[in-house]
């Protein structure tokens, strides 16, 4: 069991760690409106990702291979959420552009709706569990899992925002900051287009 939740550990870090659509939006977001006010995004992507795990874990796992087109539609709902995003971020930009920035954080509640459509959290999840052997599966194995991804991830999310925070002073030279929220768009709207 130690060794297994070792390497579930190196995947969360991974995971976690490289560039996908919750990091550019912690970075987003952390340059918009610093790390304080990103902290409940931070809270709904562990809280939405720990209630993934909890579910497949529980069961959930089964039911997607019986029914392989809900799959099909958290894709296509995971689209139409990165579309939503691309949009915000163009939207901030006529802001800007008009010298008011309306936008608010996306808080804790989107943070944790967003991992039930992002593929590379349900890619994430189901790595883990798959990581699970039946013989050394239990609620002690799944509770160790939880445990180390919140002390994992939360760290490194939060660093996600701060590098945000930490770019604000450049992107608030010139059109730094418009050029930033178009490459953002522009990476979020990439994945759309891998998804379908």
Do not use: D
């Not at 970075?27 to 006010?37: A, D, L």
């Not at 804790?108 to 599966?137: D, I, Y």
């Amino acid at each position: 069991m130690l060794e297994t939740l070792i390497a579930q550990m190196g995947i969360i870090a991974v995971m976690v760690g490289t560039p996908g659509p919750n990091n550019f939006l912690l970075m987003s977001s952390g340059v918009h409106f610093g790390v304080k006010r990103t902290l409940p995004l931070v809270a709904g992507i562990i809280v939405g990702c720990l209630s993934m795990i909890s579910l497949l874990a529980g069961g959930l796992s089964p039911v997607l291979e019986q029914h392989p087109q809900a799959l099909l539609i958290l894709r296509f709902l995971c689209a139409g959420f990165l579309l939503y995003l691309v949009v915000r971020l163009l939207r901030a930009n006529q802001a800007l552009r008009g010298g008011q920035a309306r936008l608010s954080p996306l808080g804790f509640w989107r943070g944790l709706a967003f991992q039930w459509v992002n593929p590379k959290a349900w890619m994430m999840c189901l790595t883990l569990l798959a990581m699970q052997t039946p013989e050394h599966s239990s609620p002690v194995s799944t509770l160790a899992l939880l445990v180390a991804f919140v002390f994992l991830s939360a760290p490194i999310l939060t660093s996600w925002s701060a590098a945000g925070q930490s770019l604000k002073g450049w992107l608030n030279r010139g059109k730094h900051l418009l050029w930033f929220n178009r490459l953002t768009a522009a990476a979020l709207a990439a994945t759309v287009f891998m998804l379908v």
